[in-house]
């Protein structure tokens, strides 16, 4: 069974920090690309970042360019999305997907987590 379990969300202040975790059983990541997603109220889910280690490639949407940074952890398995100087309109329930594929659409991602959401104040 394929499980993707994020951790990380909370409550931040604009300007802030947080870094959130996803970690996979059943798949490995190496093999996958893998993306952070995120979906407002209201608003349709949205994607975030992603990478690809069989590609060598990265992705940012454009309001998060620069401020937020995807890694992959092969070792541990687990992707991490380190997002600084944050916004009110970061928030968003946030969930890691993954495509065997290496692709980063939120209509065809092939596993999903359940979400962890995050929350700026402002």
């Known amino acids: 069974e394929v499980q993707l379990v994020e951790s990380g969300g909370g409550l931040v202040q604009a300007g802030g920090s947080l870094r959130l975790s996803c970690a996979a059983s059943?798949?490995?990541?190496?093999?996958?690309?893998i993306g952070w997603f995120r979906q407002a109220p209201g608003k349709e889910r949205e994607g975030v970042s992603c990478?690809?280690?069989?590609?060598?490639?990265?992705f940012y949407a454009g309001s998060v360019k620069g401020r937020f940074t995807i890694s992959i952890d092969n070792a541990k398995n687990t992707v991490t999305l380190q997002m600084n100087s944050l916004k009110p309109e970061d928030t968003a329930v946030y969930y890691c997907a993954a495509d065997y594929w290496g692709g980063c659409d939120a209509h065809t991602m092939e596993y999903w987590g359940k979400g962890t959401l995050v929350t700026v104040s402002s």
């Open positions: 990478i690809s280690s069989t590609e060598g490639s990265t």
């Open positions: 059943g798949i490995t990541l190496d093999d996958y690309g």
